[in-house]
């Protein structure tokens, strides 16, 4: 994206951290795991912040959509300014994707961050409900924890 | 009166020509990897944008050490002759301008270590080995000149090397010149010293926590050392031009070189790094120093 | 001048007399420090007070008496110790409540020593107030601690074989110049060293060695570290900021001159041979002590070492031999009391609260202590001699000396230990109180009132002398013009190198600097307002360290802070260890004193050796 | 003459030293101190003696003529008090010598004298 | 005058009725040593010294005769003083045996520093170390009658080797009186002179617990009771000091030019160094103690074996200090070792917080045993390493030395009064406060005569200027009565 498609000539480039970043690109499919760490870089963001969903994996669970740890659809849990689809979509469509997001933020309809914070119990709640199961079990594994496991797969 | 006003516009031209530096300079590295880079204002855009973000902050200490951080730096700027003339009337000591350059650094280190982030303090750790390997090298080089010139005030070695180019130090003293040239390239954080700033390993360092303002600040601070750094190095080596054009012009020169050096070269670890800078530069300038002592 | 010296005596019986009641002990402690420090400010300027004792004690044909003269650089050197003393008294009243064991009687006694030392008149009373602030330290370290004895006894073995050396050298010296008072007997040994090159040079090394051990410098570096790390913490301020340079005084009146004004051989044409051994003794011992200061994990030792290479800034300093070098090394010895007492009454105050001394136990306290923080950084910033405080004017008149005497192995030293400086003094403010705030000091408070107004004053004065180095330069100039150097009295403001035009006037440095902070607050209020955030909320790239049952003390970086510099050093730090040589020294006594313990249990050998010292004395008598 | 008498006093004390330096046994070494204390003695009168001399004991007229050729009669004077002190050390040192063999229970001289070990 | 022969004639008859008195024996011990004390102090204040008495009315050379001149009345102050202060430490002792032995020890050293005579000394000798040999042995136990015989057998060889030395003088000069010996000792060839020197020599250096002589010193302290410590430190020890000064100053005053004196400074640098790192890892008080005095005796003999006045000056100091301190230390131990009933210094940890007056006193004492300055010891070694410098390359390796070890002294004995005030609450033990009285007394004089050496420079001046110009002041009191 950098070297060969030249992104920086718009002024845009990898951050080390989500401290100084303005925009989180999510980029294939996202198991639960991972989503925990996306809720948790999100947070880290300063406003104002936007979020770019990266192909369909993030859209509609691409693929996986049946998988049993992945989630269908990253809107429910924080929400996306821009979406851009295709399985692995062109570096082009990426860098339109950008364009197009400044230029809603210039003319401010990209304010995804300020409905987080609204309705912040919805994604909440969507966030508890997935991630229960993700908690690291140090050492020991719990019996009656496994049981909770499969009926959630059945349900 | 006076004093204030040149004070605000000598800082407020520093900031400029060190944020215009590093948007050629971010051009100059696009252009060598054979892709167009950001516009040159792309600087001036940054830091607008940083300023206007919204940011987070540990405790009071990083707000300190920030704010300290750019004030020591603008107060060595204050001391550094730009093109013949000082912010305010005074003697501009080299070994003045040395230890108030570490304000900077020591501000800059404080706030970020106030985060808590290991990241963060395991690049000011480096930066500090780092500072301790550029500053005796260079140290080393200016005791030359100042044995030479029997002055330790930058005001008059830059007017000793008046006249024509053939009597600039860069000439007189080549060796000098390149160990310098190293060790400001190590001065600067560019990229064969940059193992404090290294965004793989230690995500950027001492900048981790920084954002929004603290991190505008932050970039503030590296276009202002950049702007003293080649203010220092020019005014020592290439006599430090009668008008601000020409001086802004060979600060130019010498920030292109580090540009390009910065642009092919790895990274070094921190300890090859320091050892690097005590035996090449440090040797130079140690055989330069004796060829001054002998004549 | 004579009730100088009695009101610490009397203090000490009466403190003695009420050993019991702490806090009645602990005023009159700071009474008598303030009674001292306003009886030294009353005798500025009359230089020719004395006071003399006769002890009817008959030696070299005349009736020895002791005598006290106020002599100018003793002057400058005993109030300024004193007006540190005051501010560290009014400290230790808060932080003693709760001791168990008493060391103000002690500590009187070692301030009466103090004076004695700054006011000796001949080498004799001043050998006598040195040997007592020997043994004295001693029982103040140990204070009652079994701990802290072999530290104790390492330094009580060094400073008894100083003494004894001291002792050789006075006898020597009195021997062939007839004659105790320190003024003529260095003229005495400048004739002994000009006539009989070999003795004079003994006679020199003798005081030199004493002096080196008390001061710590490079052969003798190893006891501070031990002393400082087991010591009561404001006893330890005092010693380390005041007693520290006991060893510096007397070089300042005695080495220095004899040394700069006697022809030997010269090197380089810069200074002659002894000049250099001073000057290479302190260049070690500021790149060693800054070196070893950089690899200490407990905070105590950490800035016993980093009072080592400021010693050796001060003997840097002294060999450049320019009255701007020893200008700097005498402002540098105050500077270093100062900011040395800042550091350790705030290390104090540290210990004080959680009653621990190891950095990477630390951590985070700048939460729950600010003001100890300020006053941390304010002493972290003097000691690296960064310039709006009091650290820089020193240094920078001391690096100009030794280059206008183009003596350049030694301004490399100097710039190498003072940039070092800055890598342990940041090491240790952030170990202590940036990062992480473990549990167990989550309700740590700040320091009581008493502790406070000191701190806060130490932060006064620290920036009072560093924008102002008048209120130190100026005393310290009419002192060197009474005692007889060429020197012109300093400015409130402005400090002369020897260089061309080398003249910096630090009041607008510090307008510089306010300068600016002004236009980056400016920068700062102009950008979005910014919110606190907890101290768990760090970038950790997504993960949750709670989780994985990492404490905020394993988040914290500062076990081994400079491991990869470390690594750099190793070989070189195992090769050479004073510490080894003195250790199997002392082996060998004891494993001897064992032997012959069992000579002596047995006992029945009697007979036998008597006969081997009947043959002895023969062989004597008869043959030789 | 004398001589003799000398060099037979001064063989004596070696004798006695030689036996008190090798001997272990307490009361041999006590034996060897008695012929040191004897040899000494000889060794005084040997001083007082002159050559040809006669009796000092002044009780006929006919001695107060040649008084110069008496023997001194001081030294034995002194052997007296030295004989007297021998015997007390001697009788001293072996009701000590007595005691040391019950609390050593052995009466070599090289015994330790710690509580407890008995070598 | 006369009467200055009850010094030593009532102690004796108190030894013999001592077998009779049973438990009045202690009350007569306390009325002797009072009357030796108050008679003694009497003759000092009487102001008729220096005089001379002769037993029997004998002439001088030929009689002998008892003599008193400034350093007899000041020895002889010490003894008696020593004597008063060891007594009171006598606590429940109901054999006899102890009190003649003690009334023996008393005449035999007020003897030995009374006598103007050689043969006289000798005998004194004699007796006073035959009644230490007794003292020592009065423990009972493996470990005192051990000590006991082997002193007694070392003590016996050297008086043996000091009666022929006796004989030889008699035959080479003829007469036995200290004056005449001095007179005539001039005349002497260099080989008998050097002879007479060495056998003399051999049994004052048993005494004075130099090196190769000292083996006894450890034994007899740590096997004996603190009383009998004081006895031989006090009494045994001050008097051997007496017959030193008076004998090889005053009588063989040119042993200096002989390399007897060269000897003699390398065994006393030697006994220093032996004392000193013997007690470094000595843990039993006791014996820290006799090692130390060993090493004090040392540092005295070396003084006195450099020969310049300066450095007898020292070594008198030396002897004040060394006297005062040990008595301090031995009264201290015994207390302390009491209350915690074993002898090693670790179990006495934290008495000194409880009873601070001993502890300070101890250390008063140690510090001026090591030199300090402000305390007596201090004056001592400073006149010693002032003479030893100015004199030949082998005093000033000798000073150095005792100067290295007095470094080592310094650590064992300040660690010794650390421990005594390490933080460690010690309520189940209790000391009467009585006892504290005499060794805060005795400290407090050495602090005296350490801050102003006055007090005693001038009784040092009579003892020196007595030794320097002796032929006329000490001979001529004798001989006068020709």
């Not at chain 2, 070189?257 to 790895?266: K, N, R, S, W």
């Not at chain 3, 001391?398 to 003072?418: D, E, G, N, R, T």
Request: charged fraction near 15%.
């Amino acid at each position: 994206m950098t070297s060969r498609w030249d992104v920086e000539r718009f002024g845009i480039g990898p951050m080390a951290t989500p401290r100084q970043a303005d925009v989180l690109l999510v980029t294939g499919y996202v198991s639960l795991k991972t989503l925990k760490r996306i809720i948790r870089t999100y947070e880290q963001m300063p406003e104002p912040k936007w979020v770019l969903a990266f192909g369909s994996c993030t859209v509609n669970g691409g693929i996986y959509w049946d998988s049993y740890n992945t989630i269908t659809n990253l809107a429910e849990y924080i929400p996306v300014d821009i979406t851009v689809s295709g399985c692995m979509p062109r570096p082009e469509a990426v860098m339109d994707a950008l364009q197009t997001l400044m230029k809603m933020i210039q003319s401010g309809e990209a304010g995804a961050y300020k409905k987080y914070k609204e309705n912040y119990e919805y994604y909440k709640a969507n966030q508890d409900r997935v991630l229960k199961k993700t908690v690291p079990i140090l050492g020991q594994t719990p019996k009656n924890d496994l049981e909770g496991k499969n009926e959630d797969a059945k349900e | 009166m006076m004093a204030v006003l040149r004070v605000f516009l000598f800082s407020l031209f520093a900031i400029f020509i060190g944020l215009l530096f590093m948007g050629i300079g971010r051009k100059v590295i696009a252009r060598i990897q054979l892709r167009y880079g950001p516009p040159f204002y792309q600087a001036f855009l940054d830091v607008g944008k940083l300023f206007s973000r919204k940011s987070i902050t540990h405790n009071f200490v990083m707000d300190l050490g920030m704010v300290m951080s750019l004030g020591g730096l603008l107060a060595t700027m204050l001391f550094v002759p730009i093109a013949g003339h000082v912010a305010v009337k005074t003697s501009t000591n080299l070994i003045v301008i040395m230890y108030l350059m570490a304000i900077g650094y020591l501000g800059m280190a404080m706030a970020v270590a106030a985060s808590g982030n290991p990241n963060a303090t395991i690049g000011v750790s480096r930066a500090l080995t780092m500072m301790l390997g550029y500053e005796v090298p260079f140290f080393t080089v200016m005791l030359g000149l100042i044995i030479v010139n029997g002055t330790s005030s930058l005001e008059l070695i830059s007017q000793s090397q008046a006249g024509s180019i053939l009597n600039w130090n860069m000439i007189r003293f080549p060796l000098s010149f390149i160990a310098a040239e190293i060790a400001l390239q190590a001065m600067m954080g560019e990229k064969p010293f940059d193992a404090m700033i290294a965004p793989a390993e230690i995500a950027s360092g001492p900048m981790v926590e920084l954002s929004g303002k603290y991190l505008g600040l932050a970039f503030l601070t590296h276009a202002v050392s950049i702007f003293v750094e080649t203010a220092i190095i020019v005014n020592l080596f290439m006599g430090g031009a009668s008008n601000i054009f020409t001086f802004v012009l060979k600060q130019f020169e010498i920030y292109l070189i580090t540009v390009f050096i910065e642009a092919v070269f790895p990274r070094f670890k921190i300890e090859q790094a320091v050892k690097f800078l005590w035996t090449v530069p440090m040797g130079i300038a140690v055989l330069q120093l004796i060829l001054i002592l002998l004549k | 001048m004579i009730e100088l010296l009695l009101v610490p005596l009397i203090t000490t019986l009466s403190i003695a007399f009420f050993i019991k009641y702490k806090r009645v002990t602990w005023t009159l402690f700071l009474a008598s420090n303030g009674f001292i420090l306003y009886k030294l400010y009353s005798i500025y300027g009359m230089w020719s007070l004395s006071y003399s004792f006769n002890t009817g004690y008959e030696i070299l044909g005349a009736k020895f008496n002791l005598g006290v003269s106020n002599n100018p650089i003793g002057w400058y050197f005993a109030f300024f110790s004193a007006l540190i003393t005051l501010i560290i008294s009014i400290f230790s009243i808060g932080f003693n409540k709760n001791s168990k064991s008493n060391v103000s009687v002690i500590w009187m006694l070692i301030i009466f020593s103090n004076l004695g030392i700054f006011f000796a008149k001949d080498w004799v009373t001043f050998f006598m107030m040195w040997e007592l602030m020997g043994w004295t330290s001693f029982f103040a370290i140990t204070n009652g601690k079994d701990k802290a004895l072999d530290g104790a006894k390492y330094y009580l073995s060094l400073s008894l074989f100083g003494a004894a050396l001291l002792l050789i050298a006075i006898s020597l010296l009195g021997a062939y110049t007839g004659t105790f008072e320190i003024l003529p007997s260095a003229f005495g040994l400048l004739q002994i060293i000009n006539s009989s090159t070999k003795l004079g040079i003994v006679i020199l090394l003798l005081f030199l060695t004493t002096f080196i051990i008390k001061s710590a410098i490079f052969p003798f570096y190893m006891w501070p570290q031990k002393v400082y790390a087991e010591g009561p913490e404001d006893y330890i301020t005092f010693m380390s900021s005041v007693m520290i340079k006991y060893g510096i005084y007397p070089m300042a009146i005695f080495i220095v001159p004899v040394v700069g004004s006697v022809n030997l051989p010269r090197i380089l044409n810069t200074g002659n041979v002894l000049q250099y051994v001073i000057g290479y003794l302190g260049a070690i011992s500021a790149v060693l002590g800054t070196l070893l200061a950089i690899f200490q994990t407990d905070m105590k030792k950490l800035f016993a070492y980093s009072s080592v290479s400021n010693m050796g800034y001060i003997l840097l300093g002294f060999s450049s031999m320019t009255i701007v070098g020893f200008e700097g090394s005498l402002f540098h010895v105050v500077n270093h009391m100062i900011l040395k007492a800042a550091i350790f009454l705030t290390l104090a105050a540290v210990v004080f609260r959680t009653g621990e001394s190891e950095m990477h136990k630390l951590g985070g306290l700048v939460y729950r202590m600010p003001l100890t923080f300020m006053t941390f950084l304010l002493g972290i910033i003097a000691a690296a001699g960064i310039p709006p405080l009091n650290g820089f004017g020193s240094k920078w008149m001391i690096i100009q000396a030794l280059m206008s005497k183009k003596m350049v192995v030694f301004a490399i030293a100097m710039i190498f230990a003072s940039t070092g400086a800055f890598m342990y003094l940041f090491r240790a403010l952030a170990s202590i109180f940036l990062g992480q705030l473990p549990d167990r000091y989550k309700e740590v408070k700040e320091v009581p009132l008493t502790m406070a107004v000191p701190m806060f004053i130490m932060m006064v004065i620290m920036l009072l002398v560093g924008v102002v180095p008048g209120v130190v330069m100026k005393p310290l100039t009419t002192a060197l013009k009474a005692v007889g150097y060429n020197v012109d009295i300093a400015s409130w403001t402005v400090l002369e190198g020897s260089l061309k035009n080398a003249t910096i006037d630090l009041k607008i440095v510090f307008y510089m600097f306010v300068a600016g902070v002004i236009i980056s607050g400016l920068m700062y209020f102009f950008g979005n307002k910014s919110e606190t955030v907890p101290q768990e909320d760090n970038y950790t790239a997504g993960e949750y360290p709670e989780e994985w049952g990492v404490d905020a003390d394993r988040f914290n970086y500062s076990y081994s802070f400079y491991q990869p510099f470390k690594e750099m050093f190793d070989p070189l730090l195992e090769s050479i260890s004073i510490d080894d040589l003195f250790a199997s020294v002392g082996r060998n006594f004891e494993y001897l004193s064992t032997t012959i313990q069992g000579l002596f249990k047995r006992g029945e050998g009697a007979v036998l050796l008597f006969s081997i010292g009947v043959l002895l004395l023969i062989l004597g008598g008869l043959i030789i | 003459m004398t001589k003799i008498f000398i060099l037979s006093s001064l063989s004596l004390v070696f004798v006695g030293l030689y036996g008190v330096l090798t001997r272990k046994n307490i009361v041999k070494i006590l034996i060897a101190l008695n012929i040191i204390e004897t040899g000494i003695n000889m060794l005084l009168v040997a001083f007082g003696y002159v050559e040809g001399g006669i009796t000092p004991i002044l009780q006929s007229d006919l001695s107060i003529a040649n008084l110069d050729k008496m023997v001194d009669p001081v030294p034995q004077a002194l052997v007296l008090t030295s004989i007297v002190i021998g015997l007390g050390t001697t009788a001293f040192a072996l009701s000590l010598a007595m005691r040391y063999k019950d609390t050593h229970n052995s009466i070599s001289i090289r015994a330790t004298d710690e509580e407890g070990v008995n070598v | 005058m006369n009467s200055i022969v009850f010094l030593v004639v009532i102690p004796l008859i108190a030894a013999f009725l001592s077998l009779f008195l049973g438990n009045l024996n202690k009350i007569t011990m306390y009325i002797v040593t009072l009357f030796n004390l108050i008679f003694s102090i009497s003759v000092f204040m009487s102001g008729k010294i220096p005089f001379n008495v002769a037993i029997g009315g004998w002439k001088a050379p030929f009689g002998i005769n008892f003599v008193v001149t400034d350093i007899t009345i000041y020895f002889l102050l010490l003894v008696n003083i020593a004597a008063l202060m060891s007594i009171t430490m006598v606590k429940d002792i109901k054999e006899y045996q102890f009190y003649s032995f003690y009334f023996v020890l008393l005449a035999a050293t007020n003897g030995m520093v009374l006598t103007g005579d050689m043969f006289n000394f000798y005998l004194f000798t004699e007796l006073s170390t035959f009644a230490i040999a007794g003292l020592v042995a009065y423990k009972r136990d493996r470990l005192s009658t051990g000590a006991a015989l082997k002193f007694l057998i070392l003590s016996s060889t050297a008086s043996l080797f000091s009666l022929s030395s006796i004989g030889l003088i008699y035959k080479t000069l003829g007469t036995l009186n200290f004056a005449d010996i001095a007179l005539k000792l001039t005349k002497l060839n260099q080989a008998s002179y050097n002879l007479i020197l060495i056998l003399f020599l051999a049994s004052m250096l048993v005494e004075l617990k130099i090196f190769p002589f000292n083996l006894w010193v450890v034994k007899s302290y740590e096997g004996s009771i603190t009383s009998v410590n004081m006895f031989t430190h006090g009494m045994l020890g001050t008097a051997g000091i007496y017959g030193a000064i008076r004998i090889l100053l005053i009588v063989f005053p040119n042993m200096y030019n002989t390399n007897i004196s060269k000897v003699l400074v390398i065994l006393s640098v030697f006994t220093v160094l032996i004392g000193e790192i013997g007690a470094l890892k000595e843990k039993n008080l006791v014996k820290v103690l006799a090692f130390s005095s060993m090493a004090q005796m040392g540092i005295f003999m070396f003084g006195i074996a450099l020969g310049s006045f300066e450095s007898i000056k020292g070594s008198l100091y030396i002897v004040v200090s060394n006297y005062l301190a040990k008595l301090v230390m031995f009264i201290v131990t015994k207390q302390y070792s009491r209350a915690v009933d074993s002898k090693n210094y670790i179990d006495m940890k934290g008495l000194g917080r409880k009873y601070p007056i001993l502890a300070i006193s101890f250390t008063i004492a140690a510090l001026s045993l090591m030199g300090m300055p402000f305390f007596a010891g201090f004056w001592g070694k400073f006149s010693i390493v002032i003479s030893a410098l100015s004199l030949d390359r082998l005093s000033t390796l000798g000073i150095a030395i005792i100067l290295i070890a007095s470094v080592i002294e310094g650590v064992y004995y300040l660690r010794i009064s650390h421990t005594f005030f390490v933080e460690k609450d010690v309520n189940s033990v209790n000391i009467s406060r009585v006892y504290s009285i005499i060794p805060f007394a005795l400290a407090l004089l050495i602090l005296v005569v350490g801050i102003y050496p006055n007090s005693i420079e001038q009784m040092l001046f009579n003892v020196i200027d007595e030794i320097k110009n002796a032929p006329n002041k000490y001979i001529n009191i004798i001989l006068s009565l020709k």
